[in-house]
């Protein structure tokens, strides 16, 4: 037989319930405290790891000198913990001999086990309520910059580089306040994050910030800082949202001596004015032409760029071209050609002389102080094209602004099955702004012409031609309407004209001018005018009607505002008189008359 020892007996009994999980939960509870007491007698024994250490401290202001290249102050308290998180927190921190720059304060976690080894490497940075005061350089307005300036690179070189090594930087709160006052005043509620997950890794910026009374949201993607940082290039997503306008990137960029930026670029505004506004300046009158998107590839290499395969939609008309740009000068210079499917120029009209809409409207200023802010200068196309109620085909214009004029210059365009010209320009550089404008067409179809003008009274066919010039103060609707000043000239050539009938001026008396405006059709072979008008009056300098069955000519003046009408004219009939036994075969007399009153119904007298 087998013998069992009273020691086999006492390890074969069984345990009693739950005894052994109970030891390990005691095993686990000793190694945690044994752990804690290593940690907390490494945390009193290494130097530098004391609450408030100097070595935390100094770690964070060399690398805010590094980021900042200014002096670094810390005018609050300052506190450091190893556990949970090793950290140290400093409050009131001003950077810089000015004070440019001061922060509410500055979180700074450190990496937990190099700070058991008595280093201090910063992981993340978190900036709460950092204030910054942005001084504006005052460069001579009239000196151009270099082309070559290096200001952009180096700009980004330094935030790329002064953030090196850092995982994250969070922006809390943050204002930035431009000093002087600068268009657009402050940037605040600035919450941003600068995130990498590690050593040659993607760069990231998002967040969002308040800036002239819009928010908007910004995100930035660099996918390697590195190799941009190295002299070569990065694929860069650059994305703006904002209720007036938004803005998306998506291309490579390198630090070159040019800064060069080459991608797919597109801008969208509900309004052109709106966006350009909150983008740039609010106090930029800028005419409200309506909604506005532009797409193409950008190249940007410093202070030149270029924008190919452009498409454009503004006021509702969509073009397609390229532009380019300058901002070498302190008045950006754009230039460019873009051609229309169809363009209507009336919002552009709308927008730089909006129409009053009621009498006290008059006296409201017309502005085209936007013709200061930039030199613009595109050239135009447009199969169609339409100015007010007259349509246009295959049109070759101009637009041009700068240093306060804006032109409107159409070289060339069929209308009406003939050609036609116009020019307008507005200048805002004297003491009383004005406006000055020509226009004129040959080979028109005179009845299209009139249809489209919706001149129903009178009828008229035929080929004409018309010139006309227009001076004009422009300081607002009341001043063009008592100082514009238009001379126009009319001839049309063998068409006919019904709702007027020279035989109201055949036979003496007085009777109204209504019975000569009759539903007769009377061919003429020529018809001229020359009308000139001066504010509110109008002058017929000169008119004649030529027929197979005399000539009536005639000239004088209209007011516009009371109706009074005084003309002075005389028909001579080509008919002839009966031959007597006394004298032989002799015409008629011409016949004088007068058309005196108001109108629409004056009176006509004839001798």
Request: hydrophobic share 45%; no cysteine; proline share 6%.
């Amino acid at each position: 037989m087998t013998r069992i020892s009273p020691r086999d007996r006492l390890e074969s009994r069984p345990e009693p319930s739950g005894e052994r999980p109970r030891f390990k939960r005691l095993s686990r509870i000793a190694a945690a405290i044994a752990v804690l007491l290593v940690l907390i007698a490494l945390a009193t024994t290494l130097p530098g790891l004391a609450l408030g250490s100097d070595v935390a401290r100094q770690a964070v202001v060399d690398r805010l000198e590094r980021m900042t290249g200014e002096p670094v102050t810390i005018e609050g308290d300052i506190a450091f913990s190893l556990l949970p998180r090793t950290r140290v927190v400093l409050d009131r921190v001003r950077i810089g001999s000015a004070g440019s720059l001061t922060i509410g304060q500055i979180v700074a976690e450190l990496d937990p086990m190099s700070a058991l080894t008595g280093t201090a490497n910063i992981s993340r940075l978190v900036l709460i309520r950092p204030d910054i005061k942005l001084v504006a350089d005052r460069p001579n307005a009239d000196a151009a910059r270099s082309q070559s300036d290096p200001k952009p690179r180096q700009l980004a070189k330094m935030l790329l580089g002064r953030i090196e090594g850092l995982r994250r930087i969070e922006i809390r709160d943050g204002i930035v306040r431009p000093h002087p006052r600068m268009p657009g005043g402050d940037v605040s509620d600035i919450d941003l994050i600068v995130a990498r997950a590690s050593a040659g890794a993607a760069l990231r910026l998002s967040g969002s910030f308040l800036w002239n009374g819009q928010p908007a949201d910004v995100d930035i993607d660099i996918g390697a800082p590195d190799a941009l940082m190295a002299g070569g290039s990065s694929d860069v997503d650059i994305n703006l949202a904002s209720p007036p306008l938004s803005a998306n990137f998506d291309g490579t960029a390198s630090l070159d001596s040019n800064a060069t930026i080459n991608g797919k670029i597109k801008l969208t505004a509900a309004s052109l004015r709106s966006g350009i506004g909150w983008f740039a300046d609010p106090d930029l009158r800028i005419p409200d032409v309506g909604p506005f998107s532009l797409n193409g590839d950008l190249l940007l290499a410093g202070l030149q760029a270029n924008l190919q395969q452009a498409d454009i939609s503004i006021a509702g008309s969509q073009g397609h071209g390229a532009l380019e740009a300058s901002f070498a000068s302190a008045t950006p210079v754009v230039g460019g050609t873009l051609a229309f499917a169809s363009l209507d120029f009336s919002p552009f009209a709308r927008a730089v002389l909006p129409l009053p809409d009621d009498p006290f409207d008059l006296k409201r200023p017309i502005d085209i102080a936007f013709a200061k802010a930039v030199k613009l200068d595109i050239r135009l196309s447009a199969a169609q094209a339409n100015v007010g109620p007259v349509p246009l085909t295959d049109v070759a214009a101009v637009v041009r602004l700068g240093e306060g004029r804006a032109e409107l210059d159409i070289g060339d365009a069929a209308v009406f099955g003939g050609r036609s010209q116009a020019n307008l320009v507005f200048d805002a550089n004297p003491a009383t702004p004005s406006a000055t404008g020509h226009l004129s067409a040959t080979g028109v179809d005179t009845a299209s012409l009139l249809k489209a003008l919706k001149v129903e009274a009178l009828a008229m066919t035929g080929r004409s031609s018309f010139s006309a010039k227009v001076t004009s103060p422009f300081l607002d609707w009341a001043s063009i309407l008592a100082g514009a000043r238009v001379e126009a000239e009319f001839a049309s050539r063998d068409g006919t004209i019904r709702g007027f009938s020279p035989k109201a001026f055949a036979s003496s008396g007085t009777r109204p001018l209504a019975d000569g405006l009759t539903g007769t059709t009377v061919p003429y072979t020529a018809l001229e005018a020359n009308i000139a008008t001066a504010g509110a009056n109008v002058r017929l300098n000169g008119m004649t009607i030529e027929s197979s069955n005399g000539v009536l000519a005639a000239s004088g003046g209209l007011s516009v505002i009371d109706g009074e009408v005084t003309i002075r004219g005389r028909y001579d009939s080509q008919a002839a008189k009966t031959a007597s036994s006394q004298a032989a075969f002799t015409t008629s007399k011409p016949i004088a008359f007068t058309i005196d009153g108001k109108w629409p119904n004056p009176d006509v007298t004839t001798q």
